[in-house]
């Protein structure tokens, strides 16, 4: 759309405004995912309608069809202030994905993310709002390692030091400058965001990391310390998942997205599905049984647990349950058995051009995990559950 196009719809806009006598739409969107959730509802209400005073100012919360009815919260609230608005996800999860689909919803130029839990420092948005009205600063991140140290209250010693680690492997891997990339809480321009959508991920928990990474341009960032608050309701989501998904994050953004988080976590679980094999093999063949039956009891178990931890993990946000989970076995073992025909194919034909043993074995392993990725992603986990 040209200059003068944009210029002519701006100014119908802004007759159409007085003319029905509306008012302008808000300055700030604060999107706030959610998920189980209710009780953090009305404070955090409370808290933004203390903190924003004389602010035009909207809350957005996106939240994944949480069990205790959070949105019913949210509606209700609406009614009474129109700055309240809600959005249901249904038969899609994630903090990342959430907070993507309520930026892009917005209508502010200008967005912050936080999280329901209350563990965010509100009354840091006004200085935020203000550090990008200044137009030095594309990206505001509240952190929560600045000289006071404020995240060592809320924080066990070893979430402390896993933090620190992340912070250290992004810091070098993606040459993210900020002391907070694992940072929740953040301040941006809608269009920085628009700009870098389609390369964002839908999966995790590490918005910012990701749109720091996935800019087209570098970002120009800046930081205001924060004092971490403990929880006031509900439970942390932080667990194993998270770190793998984080890890999967790291190594896809370090690759340019050749290599996908998905592909990441599903090359990880079939990492230990390797070794489970081989323990189960090894104690089956102390037991007595024969190699053939050893080595089938080995493949039935790794296999049962490569698709367990990949429908935990891998496709956390497609998770088959009920009887969709065993006819998702059935499925995964047979693309897998295709998988494992087509690798002993292509590694025998290299053998047999007189290939190296280790050129023809690794031939096989990606052909036959490529194979596995690929079809178990469009079929076994193609629909949400």
Excluded at 107 to 128: K, N, Y
Excluded at 205 to 232: G, N, Q, V
Excluded at 373 to 378: F, P, R
């Amino acid at each position: 759309m040209s200059s003068r196009n944009s210029a002519s719809l701006a100014q119908r806009a802004e007759k159409l405004t007085v003319i029905e006598g509306l008012s302008p739409g808000p300055e700030l969107s604060i999107i706030i995912p959610t998920f189980n959730e209710r009780d953090n509802v009305v404070p955090m209400i409370e808290r933004l309608r203390t903190a924003l005073r004389g602010i035009a100012w909207e809350v957005i919360f996106v939240d994944d069809d949480s069990a205790d009815r959070t949105l019913d919260v949210v509606r209700d609230l609406s009614t009474q202030d129109r700055r309240i608005r809600g959005i249901r996800r249904v038969n899609r999860r994630g903090l990342a994905g959430a907070c993507v689909e309520g930026i892009l919803s917005s209508s502010a130029p200008i967005v912050a993310v936080m999280d329901a839990d209350l563990q965010h420092d509100e009354t840091q948005l006004a200085g935020m709002l203000e550090i990008i009205r200044q137009g030095e600063s594309d990206l505001v991140v509240a952190t929560r390692y600045g000289e006071e140290q404020s995240s060592d209250g809320a924080l066990t010693a070893i979430r402390q030091a896993g933090s620190r680690v992340a912070i250290r492997a992004a810091q070098r891997l993606l040459n993210v400058k900020t002391t907070d990339p694992m940072s929740g809480f953040f301040m941006a321009r809608r269009s920085v965001v628009e700009q870098a959508a389609p390369k964002l991920s839908n999966q995790g928990f590490k918005i910012l990391l990701d749109l720091i990474a996935s800019s087209p341009s570098p970002l120009r960032i800046a930081e205001i310390p924060y004092i971490f608050r403990p929880r006031m309701h509900g439970e942390s989501k932080m667990d194993a998942s998270v770190v793998m998904d984080y890890l999967g994050l790291l190594i896809s953004k370090w690759s340019g997205d050749l290599i996908s988080a998905r592909m990441v976590l599903f090359g990880l679980v079939g990492s230990s599905g390797v070794v489970l094999h081989l323990a189960v093999l090894r104690l089956l063949l102390l037991q007595g049984a024969t190699f053939s039956v050893a080595q089938l009891g080995a493949m039935l178990v790794a296999m049962v647990s490569n698709y367990t931890l990949n429908n935990a993990l891998t496709y956390r946000d497609r998770r088959r349950r009920g009887w969709r989970f065993v006819s998702g076995l059935v499925l995964f073992s047979l693309l897998c058995s295709v998988g494992i025909f087509a690798g002993v194919g292509v590694s025998s034909l290299f053998y047999g051009n007189r290939s190296r043993w280790w050129v023809a074995g690794l031939a096989g392993a990606i052909i036959g995990s490529a194979w596995n990725y690929i079809t178990n992603s469009m079929i076994t986990w193609r629909h949400a559950r």
